[in-house]
């Protein structure tokens, strides 16, 4: 079965992903795993689909509560040691939306969780390494949110919940 016809992508329903980002060595060692991101990727962005923003949650950012990254444009964070200098070379300089930030933070506020907006925050390897395949040419914007703690992610339920209607309603698709 392939993905497609698995999770079928339209404008009412665009997924939402889990997208493990390995080891940062997948950032220059794809094996066929990054190609076949790609292909994804290119699916998500047919125009019938009505893509426009990407919202990730990704591991590498803890904080005491819960906050959204508004930076219009993060710097690629290599936030790791010990690896080759060619994955030190790597940038994702893909831009920011503080407008689609804006958009998250109101629904967490609306699930009942307190949210931070974050200007500064760099984007780490938890989501430039798989962004890098799915979406090569950085040309969507996005923002990335964090939930408290490992304990805390059920709490972000609710804010799931919210995303998936968001999604229909067009804010944040």
Same mark, same amino acid.
């Given at each position: !079965? ?7 992508? %339209? ?9 493990? +980002? ?9 094996? *066929?795993? $990054?190609?076949?991101? %790609? ?7 047919? &125009? ?6 990407? /919202?990730?949650?990704?591991? +590498?950012?803890?904080?005491? *509560?819960?906050?959204? !990254? ?7 964070? +290599?936030?790791? $040691? $010990? ?20 958009? /998250? ?7 009942? !969780? ?21 979406? &090569?040419?950085? !040309? ?9 703690? /490992?304990? @805390?992610?059920?709490? #972000?339920?609710?804010?799931? @919940?919210? #995303? ?6 067009? #804010? #944040?698709?």
């Amino acid at each position: !079965m392939t993905l497609e016809r698995e999770f079928p992508m %339209t404008a009412a329903t665009l997924p939402v992903l889990f997208i493990s +980002h390995g080891a940062p060595l997948f950032a220059i060692e794809a094996g *066929s795993t $990054g190609p076949a991101l %790609t292909r994804w990727g290119e699916g998500l962005q047919l &125009p019938e689909n009505g893509l426009r923003g990407i /919202v990730i949650m990704s591991p +590498h950012w803890m904080a005491r *509560s819960p906050a959204v !990254m508004s930076n219009p444009a993060p710097a690629t964070w +290599h936030d790791f $040691g $010990g690896f080759p200098p060619a994955l030190y070379e790597l940038q994702y300089p893909a831009p920011g939306s503080p407008a689609l930030a804006a958009d /998250v933070l109101g629904l967490l506020r609306e699930a009942g !969780m307190a949210a931070d907006s974050d200007a500064e925050r760099p984007l780490d390897h938890g989501a430039w390494v798989p962004l890098m395949h799915l979406f &090569p040419r950085r !040309m969507y914007r996005w923002c990335k949110w964090l939930c408290r703690r /490992v304990t @805390a992610r059920l709490r #972000c339920m609710p804010w799931a @919940a919210r #995303c998936a209607a968001c999604g229909r309603r067009a #804010c #944040c698709s």
